[in-house]
Nanobody
Framework: QLQASGGGLVQSGGSLRLSCTAS????????VGWFRQAPGKEREFVAV???????YYQDSARGRFTVSRDNAKNTVYLQMNSLKPDDTAVYYC??????????????????WGQGTQVTVSS
């Protein structure tokens, strides 16, 4: 089971840190991805922390967002800086073992958190 938390309301330019904590099993050997879904839009890939330690980011997130992992806490973080109104969405974390090149696809993940709302005001 995955639990996403840390969302909230922040002004444009502000920061938030989202957490994705796993319970019931150890996710150290799983890849954890972050996705988001804005109203009326498809759920889209944001960032991923592969179990090997490699990270990838969506173009709009690169340079502003940082994904990290604390295996001792079974938690993956998404640090979001310089937030923009366009970042407003429900953010989801997901865990799985996506093959190379498929970490950006929703169908590559087996476990999903419930989502946490991020709202960025202008």
């Amino acid at each position: 089971q995955l639990q996403a938390s840390g969302g909230g309301l922040v002004q444009s330019g502000g920061s938030l840190r989202l957490s994705c904590t796993a319970s019931g099993r150890t996710f150290n050997t799983y890849t954890v991805g972050w996705f988001r879904q804005a109203p009326g839009k498809e759920r889209e890939f944001v960032a991923v922390f592969r179990w090997t330690g490699v990270t990838y980011y969506q173009d709009s997130a690169r340079g502003r967002f940082t994904v990290s992992r604390d295996n001792a806490k079974n938690t993956v973080y998404l640090q979001m800086n310089s937030l923009k109104p366009d970042d407003t969405a429900v953010y989801y974390c997901a865990a799985g073992r996506p093959p190379a090149g498929s970490a950006g696809y929703r169908g590559s993940y087996d476990y999903w958190g419930q989502g946490t709302q991020v709202t960025v005001s202008s």
